[in-house]
């Protein structure tokens, strides 16, 4: 089975996505629907480093952000835990 690596939260008019695409973790939070998200992009080794970590665990919870934290560390390293990315 793959990890995971889109975790997405839906309430009225508000909708808060993130997801990861092998190089980089985009976050993308719409206020409305009609148009274009507030997006932020950060790299794996920022992402590993605590980039985002309190938007994350607040806007989707700290559940999602541990599991997003192990599936970068996951696919970028290999194994569980905070490590280096590959290069």
């Known amino acids: 089975m793959e990890p995971?690596?889109?975790?997405?939260?839906?309430?009225?008019y508000h909708t808060v996505e993130l997801a990861f695409d092998g190089t980089r973790v985009i976050y993308k939070d719409w206020w409305d629907p009609g148009h274009d998200p507030n997006r932020t992009v950060v790299t794996v080794p920022e992402f590993?480093?605590?980039?985002?970590?309190g938007t994350?665990?607040?806007?989707?919870?700290q559940a999602v952000l541990?599991?997003?934290?192990?599936?970068?560390?996951?696919?970028?390293?290999?194994?569980?835990?905070?490590?280096?990315p590959p290069e």
């Not at 995971?4 to 009225?12: F, K, S």
């Not at 590993?48 to 970590?53: D, E, F, P, S, T």
């Not at 541990?66 to 280096?84: D, I, M, S």
Request: glycine share 16%; no cysteine; net charge negative.
């Open 4 to 12: 995971r690596t889109y975790w997405e939260r839906a309430e009225n």
């Open 48 to 53: 590993l480093g605590g980039a985002m970590h």
């Open 66 to 84: 541990e599991e997003a934290l192990e599936t970068v560390a996951l696919l970028t390293t290999g194994g569980p835990g905070v490590a280096e």
């Open 56 to 61: 994350i665990a607040r806007e989707l919870g």
